[in-house]
């Protein structure tokens, strides 16, 4: 008896890298396309891959692409470790193993009918994107639609044309606000709680979807309380260690849950008791 | 009274039996894994015989405490756990997952192909064929499975054995995992070594088990023995030396601040040795490996524990920076969150983490203080 | 009298008065008046004397540094339903920073002089200022503490 590829989830297909684009000083854009040949790359919204470079390491990433459409596999990366530093030196025409998708997605059927507010920070921006397609490609399935975004700077504002034909568009509110301005910002200067106070959706009946940093995430969910949103319709994004992305590891466990196979989008009730529990 | 009253799937064998049941899995090609002598402990090792067996060696298990000693009746299995667990077989410490190489225009990835072996298991207590069925809802029954786990558990074939001496740090009674051995077995021993001769009591628990136990020589299993095997196995349930509270899984939901943690933190070392000897911990860290000339690659997965810092690192830092959180991580994984995640508790009883550690720290009793700190009745 | 009556409507439409009893919006309307700030006017500048609060009916303020050899520093943008200024309620009543308008601004401002005389004689008036004030001051520096976490900086 001998173990089969096709059966092992730790098994990495080689991806080759098309192209890749700057979007800030630590973050970047690899567009993907499996060294077998084309095919498309099925995943659902807020699902990630675990990205391996060869003799460095492996580390989960979300999807930032269209889940709609048949192009390459798109993912957005901040470097900020080994793994992902060694990404960001690739350039197109390197292969890296890819492994996924895996993971839960953002809720966008359940959503259909509501109002439908993501809310975002830093690079949170990215695993939320394919919602963003999502939804605008099924525009009229949903109530309003309010995208709101925080940044640390204006320079950190990840995806800013893409925000800003978002916010050109009459279907959607998109509102960013920056933590510190600098140079030229003429846009607002706050916390992005804030935007939930004042954005223009109806508490009662929206689903919030929230992704970013840890504790601007505990915000948030308080802010949404706050203006009513219920925790049974929030939803948000974990991060936590993940060395198999399939429950055989044991890293990425988040109390009762496995970040990597429940998550990483959890709904809020879900993780409640233990979401501000000291080191979890 | 009349034979049709016995099981018939419950036969009898003496040493003799025992040695041809061991003979004929060797013979069917599998690797037997049985108790071994080593280091002053009893381990698990590679066993061709009967003769391979230690006999008439007892251990003496305490918090922190472990010694062997003899005893004259010649018994092989009047002895429990020693700081082996069957995991390391079907899961081993180190595995190449796979390789790697730079290709023209690519990579190329290699998966492991090695032949999976067959293995017998003699000597599985009903602690540790608890935890082969929790480890079998984590790595084969889940969402995803883990091939080698899968098909090496799947090739096994399980010869348990009832514990008629409990050990000092036992409390499988109170978890509901022995001392009688639950389901999973292919055969079930119940050694009576101190009647008028060394006997065996033999139940088939599967078809391949009825088959190989049909064409050993034995002999109908006779009221006596059967009635001193239950005495035996109802005497070793009342004498656990521990026992673990029934609502341990509540008491540790509703403790997560509790301050005994940093009490536990005061003793603990954070050596990983409880992770290590625990029959269920799965827990699993990946490391590349590259050859010299950067060529080739290989994954390799290792056994790690919640008990080191790296386990919950994040870019910029750890999640668990204390050894209280790490602690209160694996004790409300163990007998908490893993109902909730498998739907059965990951601790049986077996009690190696209490003996293993270099301090002596005792999960029974953690549990109950986390109970009494938090002022539960 | 006409004027006085569009304020009080004003007032009484604005979140931060909300619920509050007629006889105390007319009591409050009778310190209002409405004012008007053109792009970058300045609605307050740091050190000068503070003697009045500001709801923001329309457009952008940002309260802002001015520091040496750089722009100004915008320490957060407030818009319609934000309230700002509480330097009047504690000494040494003088701004603590510019308060600039981004936008073209229309803004409903509450003299303080006014204000304390009438709290002198209906303390109650006063407490049912403080009690809309203090969430606002608290949210604030909520917003502070947040924004000094750092959340989105780069763990490196």
């Known amino acids: 008896m001998s173990l089969t590829a096709a059966a092992d989830p730790m098994l990495p297909e080689p991806f080759g890298i098309l192209r890749k684009r700057r979007e800030l000083s630590d973050t970047f854009t690899l567009e993907l396309e499996p060294l077998g040949g084309h095919r498309k790359f099925a995943f659902r919204p807020g699902q990630f891959n675990m990205l391996y470079v060869f003799g460095v390491g492996e580390i989960p990433i979300s999807i930032s692409g269209d889940p709609d459409d048949d192009g390459p596999l798109v993912h957005t990366i901040r470097a900020v470790g080994t793994v992902s530093d060694a990404l960001r030196t690739m350039e197109p025409g390197g292969a890296v193993g890819v492994r996924g998708p895996f993971g839960s997605a953002w809720p966008v059927e359940s959503a259909e009918g509501r109002d439908v507010v993501l809310v975002t920070g830093g690079v949170g921006l990215a695993p939320m994107r394919p919602v963003i397609y999502h939804v605008l490609t099924n525009r009229q399935r949903y109530g309003k639609v309010v995208i709101l975004y925080g940044a640390r700077t204006p320079e950190d504002v990840l995806f800013r044309k893409q925000l800003e034909q978002w916010r050109s568009r009459f279907d959607l509110f998109v509102d960013v606000s920056v933590d510190r301005a600098t140079g030229r910002w003429r846009g607002r200067v706050g916390v992005v709680t804030k935007l939930i106070e004042r954005a223009g959706f109806d508490p009662h009946d929206a689903v919030a979807f929230v992704c970013g940093p840890e504790v601007m995430m505990r915000f948030s969910v308080q802010a949404l309380n706050e203006r009513g949103v219920a925790d049974e319709r929030i939803y948000l994004s974990m991060e936590r260690n993940m060395k198999c992305a399939v429950g055989f590891c044991g890293h990425c466990q988040f109390g009762g849950q496995f970040v990597c196979k429940d998550g990483p989008v959890f709904r809020f009730d879900a993780i409640r008791d233990i979401f501000s529990v000291w080191e979890v | ?377 | 009298m006409v004027r006085i009556e569009g304020l009080e409507r004003i007032l009484r439409e604005h979140p931060f008065f909300e619920g509050l009893s007629a006889d105390y919006q007319d009591l409050f309307a009778g310190c209002a008046a409405n004012e008007r700030f053109e792009a970058g006017g300045f609605v307050g500048r740091e050190g000068e004397p503070a003697n009045k609060f500001y709801l923001v009916r329309h457009g952008i303020v940002a309260l802002e540094y001015a520091v040496p050899a750089r722009p100004p520093l915008v320490l957060e943008t407030l818009e319609e339903g934000d309230v700002f200024g509480w330097s009047w309620m504690v000494p040494p009543h003088t701004w603590a920073f510019d308060v600039r308008a981004m936008t073209l601004v229309r803004l409903i401002s509450l003299d303080a002089e006014c204000l304390r005389g009438k709290f002198e004689s209906d303390h109650r008036l006063g407490y049912e200022l403080f009690r809309r004030f203090v969430p606002v001051v608290a949210k604030r520096l909520a917003a502070a503490r947040m924004r000094l976490l750092d959340m989105y900086d780069s763990p490196k």
């Open chain 2, 1 to 377: 009274m009349s034979e049709r009253a016995v099981p018939t799937n419950i036969r009898m064998i003496d040493r003799d039996g025992l040695d041809a049941l061991i003979r004929d899995l060797v013979g069917q090609g599998r690797r037997v894994i049985g108790p071994a002598l080593r280091d002053g402990a009893l381990v698990t090792g590679p066993v061709a015989s009967v003769d391979d067996l230690p006999a008439g060696v007892i251990d003496h298990q305490e918090a922190g405490g472990y010694h062997l000693d003899t005893h004259g009746n010649g018994a092989l299995f009047h002895n429990v756990v020693g700081p082996h667990t069957w995991k390391r077989y079907l899961y081993p410490p180190v595995r190449t997952l796979w390789s790697a190489r730079r290709a023209a225009g690519g990579l190329e990835v290699m998966a492991d192909d090695a032949p999976v072996p067959r293995y017998a298991f003699l000597g599985v207590r009903g602690c540790d064929l608890a935890a082969l069925r929790v480890l079998d809802r984590v790595l084969r029954d889940d969402a995803f499975a883990d091939p080698y786990y899968s098909a090496s558990r799947d090739a096994l074939f399980v010869v348990a054995v009832n514990c008629t001496r409990p050990g000092g740090t036992c409390f499988c009674a109170s978890m509901g995992c022995g001392p009688r051995v639950g389901e999973g077995f292919d055969l079930a021993l119940t050694e009576l070594p101190c009647e008028d001769r060394h006997v065996f009591l033999v139940e088939a628990g599967s078809e391949a088990g009825t088959a190989l136990l049909a064409g050993l020589p034995s002999e109908p299993a006779d009221r006596a023995a059967l009635a001193a095997a239950e005495a035996r196995l109802a005497e070793a349930a009342e004498s656990m030396g521990r026992e673990m509270i029934p609502d341990v899984a509540q008491v540790l939901r509703d403790g997560l601040n509790s301050p005994h943690w940093a009490t536990v933190a005061e003793r603990c070392l954070g050596c990983a040795n409880c992770t290590l000897v625990c029959p269920t911990c799965f827990c699993s860290t990946v490391e590349d490996v590259t050859d010299l000339s950067g060529a080739e690659a290989r994954r390799e997965r290792r056994w790690d524990s919640c008990f080191t810092l790296d386990f919950s690192y994040i870019h910029g830092g750890h999640i668990r920076r204390g050894g209280d959180a790490r602690y209160r991580q694996w004790i409300t994984h163990k007998l908490a969150h893993w109902h909730d995640q498998f739907g059965t508790s990951g601790c049986t009883g077996c009690g190696r983490c209490i003996t293993w550690c270099p301090v002596g720290i005792d999960i029974t009793e953690e549990a109950k203080a986390i109970k009494n700190r938090e002022g539960r009745a």
